[in-house]
């Protein structure tokens, strides 16, 4: 996927799925030994019926609760968050709640960083880490974005692209 200079980019729908996925195996890792502690205790405690009812609704609702959050999270991300390359550098703009925009200028990249784990390299997806001069927002990320357009940007940002090259 060429990504095109001074036009706002979404990330890469994989992002979504693979985010998702994400939020299930956790929830799924979080949750099953919550599960088998909340069984023991209902069974272990001198409670009464409605008490151990109570228990285990609580693990329900809890566990329902972030499941829906891992499956509209990812989503809501995504169409939350842009970035912009040009001749200048690379802007963010995310936020869900609270919205911000980050510009990394191009004579302030230092180095970066191309990321994926095992999911990522599952749906060609990746996460670009950009280090700056400075302090403040010394390392900025982006995850989401394809492989292809992660590769192309961090070649562009650390002046391997030149100014005329296709796709960047």
Same mark, same amino acid.
């Given at each position: 996927?060429?990504?095109?200079?001074?036009?706002?980019?979404?990330?890469?729908?994989?992002?979504?799925?693979?985010?998702?996925?994400?939020?299930?195996?956790?929830?799924?890792?979080?949750?099953?030994?919550?599960?088998?502690?909340?069984?023991? =205790?209902?069974?272990? =405690?001198?409670?009464?019926?409605?008490?151990?009812?109570?228990?285990?609704?609580?693990?329900?609702?809890?566990?329902?609760?972030?499941?829906?959050?891992?499956?509209?999270?990812?989503?809501?991300?995504?169409?939350?968050?842009?970035? !912009?390359?040009?001749?200048?550098?690379?802007?963010?703009?995310?936020?869900?709640?609270?919205?911000?925009?980050?510009?990394?200028?191009?004579?302030?990249?230092?180095?970066?960083?191309?990321?994926?784990?095992?999911?990522?390299?599952?749906?060609?997806?990746?996460?670009?880490?950009?280090?700056?001069?400075?302090?403040?927002?010394?390392?900025?990320?982006?995850?989401?974005?394809?492989? !292809?357009?992660?590769?192309?940007?961090?070649?562009?940002?650390?002046?391997?692209?030149?100014?005329?090259?296709?796709?960047?």
């Amino acid at each position: 996927m060429p990504v095109d200079r001074g036009q706002d980019h979404a990330l890469d729908p994989h992002s979504v799925i693979a985010a998702r996925l994400t939020g299930a195996i956790v929830i799924a890792v979080v949750a099953m030994p919550a599960l088998v502690v909340v069984v023991g =205790a209902a069974v272990a =405690a001198p409670w009464r019926p409605a008490q151990k009812l109570v228990l285990l609704g609580a693990w329900a609702l809890a566990t329902g609760a972030a499941t829906i959050l891992a499956f509209t999270w990812p989503a809501a991300r995504y169409r939350r968050i842009r970035y !912009r390359i040009d001749d200048h550098g690379l802007t963010i703009r995310r936020g869900i709640f609270w919205r911000s925009e980050t510009f990394v200028p191009r004579s302030r990249v230092q180095h970066t960083d191309v990321l994926q784990g095992p999911l990522q390299r599952a749906f060609e997806i990746a996460t670009l880490i950009v280090h700056t001069a400075g302090t403040q927002d010394a390392s900025v990320g982006l995850s989401g974005l394809s492989y !292809r357009a992660a590769l192309l940007i961090r070649d562009f940002l650390i002046g391997g692209g030149s100014e005329k090259e296709e796709g960047v």
